[in-house]
């Protein structure tokens, strides 16, 4: 990851935030008490290794900084009264030696989206790499710097554009070559230039790229209900940090929403509660329902494991809010996660007792995966290797209680035991290839030649909506006609057992109701891949009159269609209960597996609504 000089724009006048900006510079303003906007960009500056900061201010507030950070930023002091905010930009690059990061000191933001530019930024040639936010809320698009895209390059930024593509987030990356636009800009248009008219210049020439930071939080403070809002959004910010890389599925989406939200109530109302004995109080938990699994109580010993998992996580976070992380924190916590285990499939033996060959070969794997997906998680990071790639394969210990949890209330603890016993070994052949990879291997010539089109390249004469529209009536029309084949074959065939067992046969009509799935699948993923094209044509033919982004429209279509394809699939999830000895528990799996995909989509789709509308739904009422 890039480590390389900031450049903290700090010198404007703030004049929409006055009088409280008359008292100090606006990111001296709190977002919490004791916290201050400086302090909230410093403090994720130093936790990505970023220590080289400049601070571009006016000379009255020049003590100010000086007292406040002390050696560790350097003041770089304006010398006029009246300018714009590349004048602070080109201060910066003269003092900097080589390419820098250029922030705004009004702007928060999460810990990601820096990281993401970081990453984006290593081999960049280009002379600005500026973030891009394809979903602004209404009111962010009608302030901000809007940006004009081709592909991988900006063409153009201006804040008279429609909001088509997205907004600038004022995170900027300049590199040695941008010192020449910034000079050229500043010669044309004086010091009253901005930053966009360096970024056009560049862009012109093809040296403006951009990193998608699309869902990832920030905010400009300009006004005083801008400061307002990012009050409100540090708390998300805070919440959303406390997620850790190697979260699992379940943790990620399930257990950090509950755990985050208490930690968090705690922090504000200062209360401190000792990482340690939450990490014990979470063992216990996770002990008290392996005892409830043993004595075959499966509701409550379900519910008891999946709480474990939800408090587990709060020590770390508990300790990261209140600035306490140790290393003994850190292996208690390891150490009572791996008893804890242990336990729980200890419980899940009892219950099931006694052991036939393969019940005991799982539980002896089961006990065996508990720590080995540790163990390999952790040889392949003392490696250097980036796990993330193979963390999505569900065998962490979130996903692993989870499917205790899961499978108990349902009453097939089994099936929970099973899974954990196999799954990982999946984990484990991801990390042999990603270490494989990593370590080298015979290089191998490229082949030559491109794909292009063929000569001549002859546009399309059938308008993309008319193209759209004819893709989806001939797969719906597949659809139909597989349907009607199979709904006419099958009283022909009905009625053949293929295998017939001791309690239960499987017959030609199971058969014909898998394949009437599979066919519902197949199709319906086709129709919805063709109904993508539609929405964002509909979506770019909005803009102009919504106000949103593209993307903010299309990703607003998708969900609706994603929340109706839920509800299919979960009215669709009764008819497989018909299918023997695994019909009523597919069934089961299938409406809970669509029950939740619904209701997560409905919460993302009113999230989304609510973030992009909100500001301008609050102007209507006013």
Known sequence: MANIPVAILAAGEATRLKPYSDQAPKC????????????????RLRSLGLDDVYIVTRPAYSQIFREKLGDSAKIVEADLDSFGNL?????????????????????????????????????????????????????????GLKLRIDQSRIVEADKSLTPLYGIDTGIIFCNDSARKYIRKALKQNGVTASIKDALNLAASDGQVSFVDVTGLLWKDIDTPQDLEKARRIYWSILKRE?????????????????????????????????????????????????????????????????VASIVDGMDGELARLYKRSSRFGGFLDSFSDRLADLAIILGLAFALWPLNWFTALAVALASANTI??????????????????????????????????????????????????????????????????????????????????????????????????????????????????????????SGFTLIQLENAALTSNDVLLVLEMVVIIYFGYMILSSTKKLTDIIAVRLVSRVGATKETLKRVFLDLMYAVLGLVAWIYATNLSGIPLIGDLLSKIVMTAAAIFFFITLYRLAKRIYHVFADAYDRLIE
Request: proline residues 5%.
């Open 372 to 493: 080995l997906v540790s163990y390999v998680t952790h040889l392949l990071k003392s490696l250097g290797l980036g796990v993330e790639s193979i963390r999505r394969i569900p065998v962490t210990r979130d996903v692993r209680l989870f499917a205790i949890f899961l499978a108990s209330i349902i009453g097939f603890p089994e099936v929970a035991l099973y899974y954990i016993a196999f799954t990982p070994f999946a984990y484990y052949l991801a990390g042999l290839l990603l270490a494989k990879r990593a370590g080298g291997g015979v290089k191998r010539p490229p082949i030559k030649g491109s794909i292009r089109a063929p000569w001549p390249e002859i546009p399309s004469q059938t308008s993309l909506v008319k193209e759209a529209i004819s893709e989806i009536v001939s797969r719906v029309l597949k659809l139909a006609l597989a349907l009607l084949i199979i709904k006419l074959v099958g009283p022909i065939i």
């Open 28 to 43: 001296f303003m709190e977002l919490e008490p004791g916290v201050t906007i400086l302090d909230f960009i410093v403090e």
């Open 87 to 143: 004048y602070s930009m080109g201060l910066a690059a003269k003092k900097i030696k080589g390419r820098f990061l250029a922030l705004m000191s009004d702007h928060i933001f999460e810990r990601d989206l820096l990281e993401a530019v970081l990453e984006a930024i290593e081999g960049a040639e280009e002379a600005f790499v500026v973030c891009l936010d394809r979903e602004p809320t209404i009111s962010e698009a009608e302030e």
């Open 242 to 306: 406390l997620i850790r890389p190697s979260d699992g599925f379940v943790s990620r989406y399930l257990n950090r929403s509950i755990s985050s939200t208490i930690s968090l109530a705690l922090y504000k109302r200062r209360i401190f509660v000792n990482p340690n004995l939450v990490s014990i109080f979470s063992f216990l938990i996770a002990v008290a329902g392996a005892l409830f699994l043993a004595l075959r109580s499966f509701l409550f010993g379900g519910i008891l494991i999946q």
